[in-house]
């Protein structure tokens, strides 16, 4: 990610940054204003003149998170290349995402806010959800040329990647089991890609 030119950029960059630190070492109670701007190297007035109170902090923090990290799953669809070679790309930069320990450290606390705090999570949910997610689009495009089933992309992409968080994401976010080890990624991507075109392919393509 190219880093931000602009002084009010780079210190909103920091203040994000360091908000993810602190959000992901203490959750969202421990943390303060102070230690944020602190661990930034900006004043804490600062931090309210971008942030105007902590709630904004925290769900600015993880839709950032969000958009980064799905930014590397747009892999365009490719009309001339297999599905299932498709999909395994898309999938193991998936597991690869998610096997990430800030990204599980950051989604754990989040988890956490949104059990406690209902109604904090919802208008972080709605903004997450304005963004198409790239497994979606793919999905979408590859219906549009006929090569998946007809029907609702945003479901088809929930059953695909449900597959693979019931391995590499909640057991780590729920029960604290370490991430899943690189040699175990291919066999889970292989098995949720074979169960997903098993239903979803055209057979008529």
């Known amino acids: 990610m190219t880093a931000p030119q602009r002084l009010t950029d780079r210190k909103r960059h920091a203040i994000l940054a360091a908000a993810a630190d602190q959000f992901r070492s203490f959750g969202f109670e421990a943390t303060s204003m102070d230690k944020i701007a602190a661990l930034a190297g900006v004043s804490k007035r600062t931090v309210y003149n971008h942030f105007p109170s902590k709630d ?3 769900a600015e923090t993880l839709v950032q998170l969000f958009h980064t990290s799905s930014a590397g799953l747009e892999v365009p669809y490719n ?9 395994r790309t898309l999938l193991q930069l998936k597991v690869a995402m998610l096997a990430d320990k800030n990204f599980l450290d950051l989604a754990r606390v989040a ?3 949104a059990v406690v705090a209902p109604e ?3 208008p972080i949910i709605a903004r997450i959800n304005e963004r198409e997610e790239g497994v979606t689009t793919w999905i979408r495009a590859a219906q549009a040329d006929g090569k998946l089933k007809p029907g609702d992309p945003v479901f088809a992409a929930t ?22 080890a690189p040699a175990h990624h291919a ?19």
Request: cysteine-free.
């Open 187 to 205: 066999a889970l991507v292989d098995a949720a890609v074979s169960m997903f075109l098993a239903y979803f392919a055209n057979p008529t393509a």
């Open 111 to 113: 988890i956490a806010e």
């Open 159 to 180: 059953l695909l990647q449900g597959q693979i968080k019931a391995v590499a994401f909640w057991p780590q976010v729920t029960m604290g089991a370490p991430p899943l």
């Open 79 to 87: 009309s001339a290349a297999p599905l299932g070679e498709q999909l």
């Open 120 to 122: 904090r999570a919802r």
């Open 56 to 58: 904004e902090l925290f």
